[in-house]
């Protein structure tokens, strides 16, 4: 038999730890602010083809040299391919910096494949849409546990969600990684992923209490998290590993993105545990709140 690991019995300390991160991330989000790619901000965006394996830092010294400081060159798929990122609101700089780099080629010319050009009013537009599909998540999310659990289960999920996005987006302000279209992804992965593993651990606490009738509400969740943790560890290790592979071998552009999931994958973990069941005792759950409501129509006695 799997011993009962006392999870809650460090719940104050890790209430603690859980103010500290999530003040510390906020103090970062709203002091350092985030730091926007071209996506939200609008800007020049250039794929360029080399014949031969293009050297970065070359092409980066070129367009500082041309007058370009802002310019951002990575890697793109293939050797031979960059993309060079610029902020600017003129829309024919994009053919101005392709040109300049067609002409320092040498004996590797360079061939534009593309030039997109995402104006500011745009950019704007993402961002305030990518935050409303956030939160529109989260409120289906709180419906749909509502309706499934109860309504104090749908309060420690949005509670823990809340947290790994603020943690995610903080430790993101704070380090100043580019924050665009493909790490908002990231962040609503993360919504959805933590959203999984808090399930897992209600169902079986909602299963034990119909089991466990004499335990208390901590007994309970300390069982119920310790039964699934087997299963939560094989999820998250399995998933940070295959974060880690994109991070070391998905290049820049994918870097943000799997530096957010890996943030994510950690709080989420940690607040399905920590968050999710210590908001379940702050608002004493108990056997009652999972028995549905009696009918509250009177019988009429059609006896003489």
């Known amino acids: 038999m799997l011993r009962t690991i006392n999870f809650m019995g460090v719940r104050n300390i890790a209430f603690g730890v859980t103010v500290l991160l999530t003040v510390l991330a906020l103090f970062s989000w709203f002091h350092k602010g985030l730091n926007y790619g071209l996506d939200f901000t609008g800007g020049t965006l250039i794929e360029l083809t080399y014949e031969k394996p293009a050297d970065v830092t070359l092409v980066r010294n070129e367009l500082v040299k041309a007058g370009y400081h802002e310019a951002i060159v990575q890697n793109f798929g293939a050797t031979t391919d960059l993309l060079v990122r610029m902020p600017g609101e003129d829309p024919q ?14 004996d590797n010319p360079a ?12 950019g704007e537009e993402l961002r305030d849409q990518g935050g409303l599909g956030m939160l529109m998540a989260l409120v289906g999310i709180m419906i749909y546990l509502a309706f499934r659990f109860q309504w104090k289960f749908g309060v420690g999920a949005i509670v823990s969600l809340i947290h790994d996005v603020i943690v995610t987006v903080g430790i993101l302000a704070y380090f100043q990684i580019t924050f665009d279209l493909t790490v908002l992804a990231a962040v609503l992965a993360i919504i959805g992923y933590s959203l999984n593993d808090t399930i897992v651990v209600f169902d079986r606490v909602r299963e034990n ?18 039964q699934t943790l087997l299963r939560t560890m094989a999820t998250s290790i399995s998933t940070l590993l295959a974060i880690a592979a994109l991070m070391i071998f998905g290049g820049d ?9 890996f943030i994510g994958v950690l709080a989420g973990t940690y607040s399905s545990i920590y968050i999710a069941n210590v908001v379940l005792i702050w608002l004493n759950l108990s056997s009652e709140d999972l028995i549905p409501p009696a009918a509250t129509g009177k019988e009429v006695d059609d006896r003489p």
């Open 111 to 122: 061939s534009v494949k593309r030039v997109e050009f995402v104006g500011p009013q745009v």
């Open 209 to 226: 209490f119909r089991v466990l009738r004499k335990a208390s509400l901590i007994e309970n969740i300390n069982i119920s998290t310790t």
């Open 93 to 106: 700089l994009g053919h101005q910096v392709a040109e300049a780099l067609q002409k320092v080629g040498g």
């Open 253 to 261: 552009n994918l870097w943000g993105f799997s530096l957010a999931l």
